[in-house]
């Protein structure tokens, strides 16, 4: 049986990767932060109790700035294959916290790459580095390719160039079986809901049902080519099972605009996106990335990957799923409001108070703003 290590596990792409490893009958471990509050919501249905036998999933705790705790799972785990996703992932926040991004989202990727060398894997363990398509920045060629000159334009872009280059140095000096996946903006409901695509579909659907009224966004010029992460977690295996390690661009070939992207999502609810979307600056970039469009030709004929839901499938997918949330979001916020008033020992009154009203708790939340990004 094959055995996998995922960084970045509990993201929107380790758990569609999870998914796919433990259906070929892969044993899979996961990194995972220690949290004062719960971060396996993306990966709860695959988890069963370690003792239970046949179980194939493992989480460990680790930091991705701890190189130690890394030689460690590397040592012990002997892992086949290394699948490295953890980052801090956001651009906008990368600019808030570059030191860090620096840290965690490049950085990482050297600390993996000795921990294979210092454990004696470097030859037998094969490595996937999340590279992505926010390295070419102002981009240099239409479409881009896997040979398109890198321009980052974020601490974000910027750490991730380090890390690509630092994945084809291993492979050059040390023979590394460690591959690059450039990949193109990928979404799915499982979407962090600070990144725009989501932002945009928990709110229409929200809006919808009377749960918010507005949402504010930045700009909405810039175009990306949105895919599907489920397709994508395909091309990082396929990648890993040639026999020659590699770099691929992973995209559709198409590109949209984040307008666009609102006008189709407001529209499969029948509303006009022009009634609600305002604008606040705080969701701009200090410099942005202004158009994406990748060529995935090289993935197609050396690994027969092909993307299999489109611009308009892939909007629809998430609307659908988020209105799913937001009816359940309605009927909760229903039935607290229904609740019975509290009984009269439930808070202290005063003697002569009138009789005590329920508190109920507001259906109404603030617009999609505060610290989301
Ligand atoms: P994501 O949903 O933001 O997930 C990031 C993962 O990294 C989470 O599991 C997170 O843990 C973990 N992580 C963050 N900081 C960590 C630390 N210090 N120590 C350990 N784990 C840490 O990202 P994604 O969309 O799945 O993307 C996966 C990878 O592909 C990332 O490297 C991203 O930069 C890259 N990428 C993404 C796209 C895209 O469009 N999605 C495109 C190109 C490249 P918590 O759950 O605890 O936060
Ligand atoms: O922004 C614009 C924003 O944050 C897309 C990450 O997975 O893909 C992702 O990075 C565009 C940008 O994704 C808002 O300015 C407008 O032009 O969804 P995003 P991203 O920056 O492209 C790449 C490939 C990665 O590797 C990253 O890890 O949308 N935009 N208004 C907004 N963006 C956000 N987040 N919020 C807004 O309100």
């Not at 210092?118 to 240099?140: I, L, N, P």
């Not at 903006?185 to 659907?205: Q, W």
């Not at 209105?323 to 909760?332: D, H, P, T, V, Y």
């Amino acid at each position: 049986m094959k055995r996998a290590l995922i960084t970045g596990i509990t993201g929107q792409d380790g758990s569609y990767l999870t998914e796919l490893l433990l259906a070929k009958g892969y044993e899979v471990h996961g990194v995972i932060r220690r949290s004062s509050s719960f971060n396996t919501g993306r990966i709860d249905h695959l988890y069963c109790d370690p003792h239970v036998r046949g179980s194939r999933l493992f989480l460990h705790f680790g930091d991705l700035a701890d190189s130690v705790q890394m030689i460690q799972l590397v040592y012990e785990l002997q892992p086949d294959e290394i699948y490295h996703l953890g980052a801090q992932s956001h651009v906008r926040v990368s600019f808030d916290i570059p030191e860090y991004t620096g840290d965690v989202t490049g950085l990482s990727a050297v600390r993996i790459l000795e921990a294979l060398r210092k454990a004696g894997r470097d030859r037998k363990t094969r490595f996937y580095q999340a590279s992505s398509s926010e390295m070419f920045g102002r981009v240099q060629e239409v479409p881009q390719t896997e040979s398109t000159p890198f321009w980052p334009r974020s601490p974000y872009g910027c750490a991730k160039v380090y890390a690509f280059w630092l994945t084809v140095n291993y492979r050059e000096a040390y023979g590394v079986h460690a591959s690059n996946g450039i990949l193109f903006n990928h979404e799915s409901p499982r979407r962090g809901e600070t990144f725009v695509t989501r932002k945009i579909t928990r709110a229409a659907t929200r809006i919808k049902l009377g749960l918010e009224n507005s949402l504010y966004l930045g700009n909405l010029d810039a175009k990306r080519d949105w895919g599907f992460a489920g397709d994508y977690v395909e091309a990082m295996w396929r990648m890993l099972q040639q026999d020659e390690p590699d770099d691929y661009v992973i995209a559709t070939n198409e590109t949209h605009s984040v307008r666009e992207f609102c006008e189709e999502a407001f529209s499969l609810l029948d509303l006009d996106w022009q009634d609600y979307v305002k604008h606040d600056t705080r969701y701009e970039r200090p410099s942005e990335v202004d158009l994406l469009i990748g060529n995935p030709a090289k993935a197609r004929r050396v690994l027969g990957w092909e993307p299999r839901v489109h611009f308009k499938d892939l909007v629809k997918l998430m609307i659908d799923e988020d209105l799913k949330l937001a009816m359940r979001e309605l009927a909760m916020a229903q039935a607290s409001d229904s609740l019975t008033p509290l009984p009269p020992h439930a808070a202290p009154v005063a003697p002569d108070a009138p009789p005590a009203k329920a508190r109920r708790p507001s259906r109404r939340q603030p617009a999609r703003g505060g610290t989301r990004r």
